[in-house]
Each structure stands twice: as C-alpha cells, then as structure tokens.
C-alpha cells in the first residue's frame, strides 16, 4: 500500500505567520458568525428559505416511513453495496486488482488526482462516498409521489449535502492537499487560510470566493473590445452605437437587449469568441443596451420603466441617429422576456416598426420546469424578498451570484474551496470567470414586478394577466417574425419551457435548439465545430419532443443558421454608418461607463 502523506510540521517563520493569520481570523470569522446569526435568526433575507426546507425534508422523510417496503429496499440495496465495496477492498490488500464498484460520473472533475484510484485506501474512501451519495440521490429521485416543488427541493438540497460532504473537500481526505502541504512545508495551508481571510473581509462578514485574478482584466482593455460610441444614456441604460467593419451595411439597424441580472459583455468577451464584434461582421449597424447597476435612488422603476427607457427609448434614438424608423430586436434570457412584452404592448398599440425579433434562451412558460431558479421563487419567499428590498432599494448581488453558484457548485464552489483555501492556489486568470463574478443588483420594485408577473403569475402564457402603461400584456397579438434558440442542458432556462413561444406568437417562429448550455451553448463562435444544433423545416408542433424527434441535427455553430434567417429582415444594402459621424453628439467609448459600475462597490 502506497504511504499516505500527512500533514507537516511548520518552521518558525511559518509558526509565525500562523499567528499572525490566527489574530485576523479572530475577529473576521466572529464578525460573519455574528452577521450569519442574525440572519439565521433575525429579520434579514436569505436566498435560502430554511423553514422551506425543513418542511420539505420532513414530508419526504415521512413518505419514507409510511412505505417500510421502500424503505427497507432501499436499505438492503446500500448494505449490499457496502458488501460489494468491502469485498473489492479486501481484494485488492491482499494482492488483487483494485476494481471501482462505481465510476465518477463523465466531467466529474474531484476525484482527477491519481492518488484516488492508485492508493488503496484513497480509493476505498472516494468509492465509499459515490456509493453512499449515488444510493442517497436515488432514494430521493424515486421520490415520485411527493408534491413536484417539494421534490425538486428535496432533490436539490440533497445534492448541495452530498457535494459539500465529498471527501475532496476534506484537507486530510484529500491526496493532493496532503502532498502539497508537505511539499511547501505547510506554506501552501497558511495560504489557503489567508485567501480565505481576504474573501470573508472583502465580502463584508460573507465569504466572497475569488474565482478569477480580477487584477488581469479591465473592460475596454483586454475585454469589451469591440470599437464603438456610446450616443445616449438615461437612468438605466447606456446605448453603444459599434462601429462598422464593413462598407455597406444592412438598412435596417439591429437592437441588442442584454439581461440585466448580468453584464452585457459575455457577447464581448475576446475578440475569437466576441457575438458582437461578429455580428458587426455580418454588415449588420448594431446597437446594443448596457444597464445601470442600480443603487438604491433607483429602487422605485418598475418592469415598465425597463420596457420605457430600455427598448422604447433606445429606438427612438436608433431613429434620431440613423433616420431608419424600423429595426430588428434580440433579447437574451430575461432581456427576451423584456422583448416580448414589448412586442404585445406595440401589437396592441398597431405599431409595427420591429420587424423580427430574436430570442436568446428565453423562459416562455413558467407553468412547470423553470430549472432549478425557481427553488428560490415562491410566493412566500418573494414576500420575504419584497420585505427585504424596501429596506435596501435593491436585491444585492451576492444573493444572486450565490444562488447561481449554487446551481453548479461543484464547478463555482468547491473547486474553488479545494484550490484557493486548501491547496492554496491563486485563482487563475480567467474572462468567463470574471465575468461570472461581476456581480448586478436588481431594484426593488421591477424584481417584485418581475418576479410576481411571469414566475407566479405566467404572464407570457396567460394573456391579459399583466399590463404595462395600462395594457394587458397579450403574446398571442404579436406577428412579427422571429427566432429562438434554446440550450439543450440549459438549467436556467429548460429548452421544453422555451419552446412554448412557438405556439403563443401569431407570426412566424424559427425555433432552433443549440448543444451545451445557457451560456456555452450561446456563446458558440462561428466556425466552432463544439455542440452543434438542432432545426426543424416543419410548421413547430405543439409539443417541443414532437418537434426534436422530427428535427435535424447540424455541426458547428447555431450563429450562421440565424445570420442568414436575420439577413432576411435587414433590407438593401446601404454605405456604412459611422457612429461619430451621426447627429447625436458621441459621449464616450464603448462599453461605456454603467457596465464598470461594480455591485460590491455599492452601499
């Protein structure tokens, strides 16, 4: 059996720093025990309703103890995997091949070092854990007659239990933490406790985890590179004119809504992989929104003002700039909600100046799967939520990036506890990750508005359930032609639940299914030959598994299937537009300056 590393013994100099990190921890982790005391028990708004929970929890243990045959199948089945597992264990001490009973699943990324399968007793401990959380997961999985939001809850919470107890996340379970320690003489240790010391006092008491060398990147340097103007801002956004990089371009002009629960530029990343900078490519004038990151002098705009002086606003200055009345639209995720109650209001007012619109992994129909967001959105857990934010003026950031890290957290959690606070590493430089963490708040009143209109209510589903300036919100009026593109393994936004769109708009749908996910999936460069894409040439059925089983499947990137769908609707060919040269006097570079607005700045 291999010898399994322990943990050193530190030299003075590191005996020192030790208490020196000892004394800061001292007072930051009595200043977060305290905050999460008061949360836990206080007035103050978690993400996490834990009562929820509980109730949850206790109903399915109660299932369980009302059906003792289930029960008693389900424990049979882990005593004789525990059997198997010590079966092989015995095996291999005494000579024979160390065979896995269970392999990590595909991408499953914890168990990589070779200790884990080389060294008996690491193997026994990581086999050990899969049986226990493979057995545990099915157990809730055929929890089929709870209620189905008790169920995913259920499902969901048990899966953060069982990644949070895996043995990787243990410094004296865990071969590479160990080897590390005693390669750096406990060096490596002292780091990982003083990265976590910085994270805890950066988040203020609540542990911010650093997931990319934020110092690397700046925005107009080495990210957000696609040249153009910024030609108009109002309270909520910054509208950026990008510069041509063609002679002609297409008459119409093309409008970008972003989401505003994230930053624009995960379309304007790198040069390589940039949508915008390809888009402009295409000889397309592309204007595109940039939101504010709202403080609490903003608290009081409504989903409407978003629609107002968001899109309503921005073609009208597309007009003032360009002379050109009519445009083309996309919306991505909750800019495509933003975008079709947009197109209701101008159908029900007979304006027809969008003349088609595309939809980036947008929710159609919050009726049954809205992934595991909706978790966090109940009617009881807004009413929290709503308490909270008349307090603050806005729902901080670090509540969304957790519950989105928490959607992933073996990718946007762990594998940062393991490389920051244990093996103490140094996050790498990384865009996507650096985007990730660049934090958004949502003011008080538009969440409240959202949140109630289209996750309680299916506003987009259910015609005339919510009005904006007085006008029932009515998708079946909308004609105009469009596009969807969803995500196969999207969590966010479950293609299934944007499928809907295709039978709710009166005009024409286009609706095209990318491979990978909400972001991967989308940010999918032309010429990549990564996931591929699915489109059907048959009028969209009613049921989105009709429409996959008659869909075709084609290599490389969705973007060139909807570029040439787009240039339908562009119109003839005219001299490039110049966003400096237009009547509205340039007040800055792209991105602007609202997208530099970080939440973590703001009190």
């Not at 499902?155 to 410094?171: E, G, I, M």
């Not at 595309?358 to 009413?383: K, P, Y």
């Not at 537009?577 to 006097?585: E, H, I, Q, T, V």
Request: aromatic residues 12%; charged residues 20%.
């Amino acid at each position: 059996m291999n010898d399994m590393p322990t943990v050193p013994v530190l030299d003075t100099e590191q005996q020192q720093r030790l208490v020196e990190l000892s004394a800061r921890s001292a007072t930051l982790i009595s200043t977060s025990f305290a905050r999460h005391l008061e949360e836990l028990f206080g007035d103050d708004f978690q993400m996490i309703n834990t009562r929820d929970v509980a109730a949850s929890f206790q109903e399915f243990g109660l299932k369980l103890l009302s059906d003792p045959v289930r029960l008693a199948t389900a424990q049979a089945s882990l005593v004789s995997d525990t059997m198997a597992l010590w079966q092989r264990f015995f095996e291999s001490a005494t000579g024979g091949e160390l065979r896995p009973l269970i392999e990590p699943s595909r991408g499953d990324r914890r168990f990589k070092d070779p200790a884990w399968s080389e060294n008996p007793a690491y193997a026994y401990i990581e086999q050990g854990y899969l049986v226990f959380a493979n057995w545990l997961q099915k157990l809730v999985d055929d929890a089929q007659d709870l209620d189905p939001k008790v169920h995913q809850r259920v499902r969901f919470f048990t899966r953060q239990y069982l990644s949070a107890l895996a043995p990787s996340n243990n410094p004296f379970t865990n071969p590479e933490v160990l080897r590390r320690a005693q390669e750096t003489g406990g060096k490596s240790l002292l780091d990982g406790l003083e990265h976590f010391l910085d994270d805890l006092e950066r988040g203020g008491g609540h542990l911010q985890i650093s997931m990319s060398d934020d110092s690397t990147f700046a925005l107009g340097k080495n990210l957000a590179l696609t040249p153009g103007k910024v030609i108009y801002k109002n309270d909520l956004i910054e509208l950026i004119q990008y510069a041509p990089s063609t002679p002609t371009v297409h008459k119409r002009p093309f409008l970008f809504i972003p989401a505003w629960i994230n930053k624009f530029y995960i379309m304007d990343l790198q040069p390589k992989n940039s949508f915008i900078r390809w888009l402009v490519g295409q000889g397309h004038t592309v204007f595109l929104m940039s939101w504010v990151n709202p403080t609490k002098a903003l608290a009081h705009k409504r989903f409407e003002d978003y629609l107002s002086e968001g899109p309503l606003a921005a073609m009208d200055i597309i007009e003032q700039q360009t002379g050109e009345r009519e445009v083309n639209l996309a919306g991505y995720c909750i800019g495509g909600i933003l975008l079709a109650t947009g197109l209701a209001y101008l159908a029900a007012k007979g304006d027809d100046r969008v003349k088609s619109a595309t939809f980036f992994v947008t929710l159609f129909d919050f009726s049954e799967d809205v992934g595991e967001l909706g978790i966090f959105v109940d009617a009881g857990q807004l009413e929290s939520m709503e308490a909270h934010t008349r307090e603050t003026g806005f729902l901080e950031g670090r509540h969304l990036a957790t519950t989105f890290a928490m959607l992933r957290e073996n990718d946007l959690i762990w594998s940062f506890v393991v490389n920051n606070y244990l093996l103490g590493r140094d996050p790498a430089p990384f865009d996507l990750l650096y985007w990730n963490a660049d934090q958004t708040t949502l003011p008080a009143q538009m969440l409240s508005d959202y949140a109630r209109a289209f996750y309680l209510q299916n506003a987009l589903e259910r015609p005339n359930t919510f009005e904006v300036f007085g006008t029932p919100v009515d998708t079946r009026k909308i004609t105009t032609p469009s596009y969807t593109v969803a995500t196969r393994e999207d969590h966010l936004a479950p293609w299934r639940s944007c499928y809907p769109v295709t039978q709710q708009f009166a005009g024409p749908v286009r609706f095209c299914l990318a491979g990978s996910g909400h972001i991967a999936g989308v940010m999918n460069p032309a010429g990549s030959l990564k996931y591929g894409y699915w489109v059907n040439e048959n009028e969209p059925p009613a049921e989105p598994e009709a429409w996959f089983a008659g869909a075709e499947h084609r290599e490389g990137s969705w973007w060139l299937d909807w570029a040439e769908w787009l240039a339908q609707y562009g119109g003839e060919m005219v001299e490039a537009r110049d966003p400096s040269a237009g009547p509205l006097k340039p007040l800055g570079d792209a991105p602007g300056e609202y997208v530099k607005m970080r939440a973590d700045q703001k009190t």
